[in-house]
């Protein structure tokens, strides 16, 4: 069985060279093919200078060369830094500098975009464009190089040693708190995380899965390297509408979708062809809870399809997952733990809660990321010692404590609660934003919908709904209506703000921060709507 991440490749190769690996469009390669190109690509990057442990970033959209320079990376012991191909110069450049990347590997046009920002970046010693047509002026300490020409180099050293507890990829969250901070995981981290997912969705080799999720994002890695390791087809998606989606489902016989809930809601409102229902398998949700009208509306346009609602974050990957069977009987549930992880509800003081108790989930397992590269001080604040391990043990284990507000069952199935900092402080009360959400979606009016808390005078914090209609016009009379009969007073909106289409973060989830930032305004003193 693989234990690196370049063997999820290889070993599937050497059983099944000959089936397809990876589809875009019209093209495909099949494992062995994909095998000797990453093999090759990993000599050429040994030649231009890469070194054990050093970072490679890659900026790029879902292609061919994405993939086998993720996989070559690893092979040639170095660390891969998929970069969202959504970012800007300045974050792309924050990136860089922030985990010394040596290597970059981008394309012409977004190398353009990044030149001015790149003469910051000092370990910077390469970058390899993937479509090279034209030269360009010469940056300081940097060499410029064709993909063709890399692909000319290289070396008969030999490979690096590297064993399953080193680095082999910084994944970056969205930042919206802040500067984004690169989560550190290891080999075991990532082929875990594909073991295990693999295992509970029963992932086959005749499936294939379609990855719309950007691979700097852990749930839509996984779609990769889960694939990889069952020798599955996965195949490459960038969509520009949802309509996209849904075609791309029909044209390739899809037989797993993995999406996040604004992705969700906008595909329930898409027109689903009946021979979907012939061939896909399975979907997923992570990344947020999922509607429960979005849901039922998306279970119906595939009744065959088994559903999976999953809990997941990047410090641990997976953590939980509910069986489709429990679905109709806990629609609220995030399930129990994935296999080979433990997930507790705890107390502050690390003491487990009592049944339905609010308490903290912590994670333990070999799914615990490393860290946060270059930030001891947040490392220590996530990762912390597990609970209720022995204090006998020498050196303790770590856990990690996602911050996410939870309860757990008598049976032991979790249920989420709220995040810590996105829970609403008003007139004494903490509200869970997911709560109000659940009642506006239960409408039928929006297609998004996302409860912040503002600041307010009196109030502490005001309940602010904002809204992106499935309709030209929405009456927020309505909302406010539908909240008024199902929450308490104190949980109903102050106000309903519609915009066209609710803000995103790169990884596709809606930006609470940004719309608390964009509404931050509306209960100042003076200040009036």
Same mark, same amino acid.
């Given at each position: 069985?693989?234990?690196?991440?370049?063997?999820?490749?290889?070993?599937?190769?050497?059983?099944?060279?000959?089936?397809?690996?990876?589809?875009?469009?019209?093209?495909?390669?099949?494992?062995?093919?994909?095998?000797?190109?990453?093999?090759?690509?990993?000599?050429?990057?040994?030649?231009?200078?890469?070194?054990?442990?050093?970072?490679?970033?890659?900026?790029?959209?879902?292609?061919?060369?994405?993939?086998?320079?993720?996989?070559?990376?690893?092979?040639?012991?170095?660390?891969?830094?998929?970069?969202?191909?959504?970012?800007?110069?300045?974050?792309?450049?924050?990136?860089?500098?922030?985990?010394?990347?040596?290597?970059?590997?981008?394309?012409?046009?977004?190398?353009?975009?990044?030149?001015?920002?790149?003469?910051?970046?000092?370990?910077?010693?390469?970058?390899?464009?993937?479509?090279?047509?034209?030269?360009?002026?010469?940056?300081?300490?940097?060499?410029?190089?064709?993909?063709?020409?890399?692909?000319?180099?290289?070396?008969?050293?030999?490979?690096?040693?590297?064993?399953?507890?080193?680095?082999?990829?910084?994944?970056? &969250?969205?930042?919206?708190?802040?500067? #984004? !901070?690169?989560?550190?995981?290891?080999? =075991? %981290?990532?082929?875990?995380? $594909? *073991?295990?997912?693999?295992?509970?969705?029963?992932?086959?080799?005749?499936?294939?899965?379609?990855?719309?999720?950007?691979?700097?994002?852990?749930?839509?890695?996984?779609?990769?390297?889960?694939?990889?390791?069952?020798?599955?087809?996965?195949?490459?998606?960038?969509?520009?509408?949802?309509?996209?989606?849904?075609?791309?489902?029909?044209?390739?016989?899809?037989?797993?979708?993995?999406?996040?809930?604004?992705?969700?809601?906008?595909?329930?409102?898409?027109?689903?062809?009946?021979?979907?229902?012939?061939?896909?398998?399975?979907? &997923?949700?992570?990344?947020?809870?999922? #509607? !429960?009208?979005?849901?039922?509306?998306? =279970? %119906?346009?595939?009744?065959? $399809? *088994?559903?999976?609602?999953?809990?997941?974050?990047?410090?641990?990957?997976?953590?939980?997952?509910?069986?489709?069977?429990?679905?109709?009987?806990?629609?609220?549930?995030?399930?129990?733990?994935?296999?080979?992880?433990?997930?507790?509800?705890?107390?502050?003081?690390?003491?487990?809660?009592?049944?339905?108790?609010?308490?903290?989930?912590?994670?333990?397992?070999?799914?615990?990321?490393?860290?946060?590269?270059?930030?001891?001080?947040?490392?220590?604040?996530?990762?912390?010692?597990?609970?209720?391990?022995?204090?006998?043990?020498?050196?303790?284990?770590?856990?990690?404590?996602?911050?996410?507000?939870?309860?757990?069952?008598?049976?032991?199935?979790?249920?989420?609660?709220?995040?810590?900092?996105?829970?609403?402080?008003?007139?004494?009360?903490?509200?869970?934003?997911?709560?109000?959400?659940?009642?506006?979606?239960?409408?039928?009016?929006?297609?998004?919908?996302?409860?912040?808390?503002?600041?307010?005078?009196?109030?502490?914090?005001?309940?602010?709904?904002?809204?992106?209609?499935?309709?030209?016009?929405?009456?927020?009379?309505?909302?406010?209506?539908?909240?008024?009969?199902?929450?308490?007073?104190?949980?109903?909106?102050?106000?309903?703000?519609?915009?066209?289409?609710?803000?995103?973060?790169?990884?596709?989830?809606?930006?609470?921060?940004?719309?608390?930032?964009?509404?931050?305004?509306?209960?100042?003193?003076?200040?009036?709507?």
């Amino acid at each position: 069985m693989p234990v690196l991440v370049h063997e999820l490749l290889t070993r599937t190769a050497e059983k099944t060279p000959y089936s397809t690996a990876i589809q875009i469009h019209d093209a495909s390669l099949c494992f062995g093919e994909l095998d000797a190109m990453v093999s090759k690509l990993a000599r050429s990057l040994s030649a231009i200078g890469l070194s054990r442990q050093q970072r490679v970033a890659v900026y790029l959209p879902k292609q061919i060369e994405t993939v086998t320079s993720y996989l070559a990376i690893s092979q040639a012991g170095a660390v891969f830094v998929p970069v969202n191909p959504v970012l800007k110069a300045e974050q792309v450049a924050h990136i860089l500098r922030d985990c010394n990347v040596r290597i970059l590997i981008t394309s012409q046009s977004r190398f353009m975009g990044l030149m001015s920002a790149l003469a910051t970046c000092t370990d910077l010693h390469t970058v390899v464009l993937t479509d090279m047509t034209e030269s360009f002026p010469e940056i300081p300490g940097i060499q410029v190089m064709s993909w063709a020409d890399l692909s000319q180099l290289e070396t008969s050293a030999p490979t690096p040693s590297v064993i399953d507890t080193d680095m082999a990829a910084i994944l970056y &969250t969205s930042g919206s708190t802040g500067k #984004p !901070k690169g989560v550190v995981l290891s080999h =075991r %981290n990532i082929v875990t995380g $594909a *073991k295990s997912v693999a295992q509970y969705l029963d992932i086959v080799p005749d499936d294939r899965l379609l990855a719309v999720l950007p691979f700097s994002f852990d749930y839509g890695l996984n779609q990769l390297t889960t694939a990889l390791l069952k020798g599955a087809c996965c195949v490459l998606m960038d969509y520009l509408v949802p309509k996209d989606v849904i075609t791309a489902l029909t044209r390739y016989r899809i037989t797993g979708l993995a999406a996040v809930p604004p992705l969700w809601a906008q595909l329930a409102q898409q027109q689903w062809p009946a021979s979907i229902d012939e061939h896909l398998r399975y979907m &997923t949700n992570s990344g947020g809870k999922m #509607p !429960k009208a979005t849901l039922e509306r998306i =279970r %119906n346009n595939a009744p065959n $399809a *088994k559903f999976f609602l999953m809990y997941g974050l990047t410090e641990a990957f997976r953590s939980t997952y509910l069986p489709p069977d429990q679905i109709d009987r806990r629609p609220d549930s995030m399930g129990k733990a994935i296999p080979n992880a433990e997930i507790m509800v705890v107390r502050e003081d690390g003491t487990p809660c009592a049944p339905h108790e609010p308490g903290e989930l912590v994670h333990r397992g070999s799914l615990v990321a490393l860290g946060y590269w270059n930030d001891p001080e947040k490392t220590a604040e996530r990762f912390r010692p597990a609970p209720g391990r022995p204090h006998e043990l020498p050196i303790p284990e770590i856990a990690v404590w996602s911050g996410d507000t939870v309860t757990m069952d008598e049976e032991g199935y979790l249920y989420f609660v709220g995040r810590k900092d996105d829970m609403i402080k008003t007139s004494g009360y903490r509200v869970s934003p997911t709560e109000i959400e659940e009642v506006i979606y239960s409408t039928g009016l929006v297609s998004e919908a996302a409860a912040i808390g503002v600041p307010h005078p009196m109030l502490g914090q005001a309940i602010v709904a904002v809204v992106s209609a499935s309709y030209s016009e929405v009456k927020t009379e309505d909302l406010i209506n539908a909240c008024r009969q199902r929450l308490p007073n104190f949980m109903v909106p102050v106000s309903i703000q519609v915009l066209p289409e609710l803000p995103r973060n790169p990884n596709g989830k809606i930006d609470r921060k940004r719309l608390a930032s964009q509404f931050a305004y509306l209960y100042q003193e003076g200040v009036h709507e």
